[in-house]
């Protein structure tokens, strides 16, 4: 099995797993809620400026 095939299978496993879905449940609550995704959003925002100052 060649390198590009690993990496498929090791997305596919990413994909399938317990915490991804979960995460991908939460992600989907969090954009159906405009006020929760405007503070995710700012917050993000405001995380990567700082991240950029230092």
């Given at each position: 099995?060649?390198?590009?095939?690993?990496?498929h299978e090791l997305s596919?496993?990413?994909r399938e797993s317990p915490e991804f879905q979960e995460w991908k449940r939460s992600r989907a609550g969090i954009?159906?809620?405009t006020e929760s995704k405007r503070m995710l959003d700012e917050f993000r925002g405001r995380q990567s400026r700082r991240c950029s100052r230092r």
């Open positions: 099995m060649n390198l590009y095939d690993k990496a596919r496993a990413l954009d159906a809620e």
